[in-house]
């Protein structure tokens, strides 16, 4: 099976042959995937080379002229380097585009913290009118590109994961869906993403409630409190900071008594690099930690 960055090369290529609106641009990363593309359309597949900041003005200049830019590197160069580009080109601006990111929190260990950004979604929280996926399987990566691809004039950002869930599941591009249910009144786990396989595993014969979210922001809030009923026991499971949702999450459910552990990957730096599967259980995320915390969080053991 192919990677979430290989369909996302292969299905912007298709786009670019589609939609004589859309744009590729790139900072060297990812290139060699628009090779063919950049044959057919060198007009409409731009590589800055390693100049990030570059990378979102000309998406920010494009989306001025009218077409639909699609820009791309490492979550830590498209997020954080040039975040006041993001804020300015796009936001202040008044431009749509779609972000797509590689790299994630730890995809890459062996590239070091320079290659990881695990306050991607929590940084652009502060900006406002950012859709943000965060597909879990290189089927969903798919719809979610298109959907994002034709979305209008709307800003989105696309995380991409190297980790992914062994099965896909639809997708719209809006809302969380419901994979398993527990008894009325039951803890409701929210799982993001690459990480519901996990979950699954951890919450096995667990009398628990879990959604999925492959898109984030907008927050669904109507699901979470359809899930939570009159009283709740929320767990976000994500694959980015702790506690990036949470304020969301307690904003949905302000008038229903509730407790929220949000799990994600600490603040604290690690400084081996390591697997991505021993940074999973360093963060506590791997599916023996998640139960651990969770029924240490709700009281209720399997």
């Not at 063919?36 to 990378?55: M, S």
């Not at 950002?157 to 009325?184: C, D, E, K, M």
């Not at 699954?200 to 669904?220: E, I």
Request: glycine content about 12%.
């Amino acid at each position: 099976m192919d990677t979430m960055r290989e369909r996302f090369a292969s299905t912007a290529s298709r786009l670019l042959d589609e939609d004589p609106r859309l744009a590729v641009v790139l900072a060297d990363i990812g290139a060699d995937g628009f090779r063919r593309a950049a044959e057919r359309h060198p007009d409409r597949v731009v590589n800055v080379g390693i100049r990030e900041q570059l990378l979102v003005g000309v998406g920010g200049g494009l989306a001025l002229a009218g077409l639909r830019p699609v820009l791309h590197t490492f979550a830590s160069f498209l997020i954080e380097r040039p975040f006041e580009q993001v804020k300015l080109d796009f936001g202040h601006q008044g431009t749509g585009g779609v972000l797509v990111s590689a790299g994630g929190s730890y995809d890459w260990p062996a590239g070091g913290f320079t290659h990881m950004a695990p306050g991607d979604v929590a940084l652009l929280d502060t900006l406002d009118g950012w859709t943000v996926h965060v597909p879990g399987h290189p089927d969903e990566a798919e719809v979610l590109l298109r959907h994002a691809c034709a979305a209008g004039d709307d800003r989105v950002y696309v995380r991409l994961s190297a980790q992914g869930n062994s099965r896909s599941l639809p997708v719209t591009g809006s809302g969380f869906t419901a994979v398993r249910h527990g008894r009325p009144g039951a803890p409701v786990v929210v799982a993001v993403g690459p990480l519901l396989d996990a979950v699954f595993a951890a919450t096995s014969g667990l009398d628990a409630t879990v959604l999925y979210a492959a898109t984030v922001r907008p927050f669904d809030g109507a699901a979470l409190r359809a899930a939570a009923g009159g009283t709740a026991e929320v767990v976000l499971v994500e694959p980015y900071l702790a506690g990036t949702s949470t304020a969301a999450a307690s904003e949905a459910l302000a008038d229903v008594p509730h407790r929220i552990l949000g799990l994600g990957t600490a603040r604290a730096e690690l400084r081996r690099y390591g697997t991505t599967a021993e940074h999973l259980a360093a963060h506590g995320l791997d599916p023996r930690s998640l139960r651990e915390r969770i029924t240490a969080f709700t009281g209720r053991a399997g």
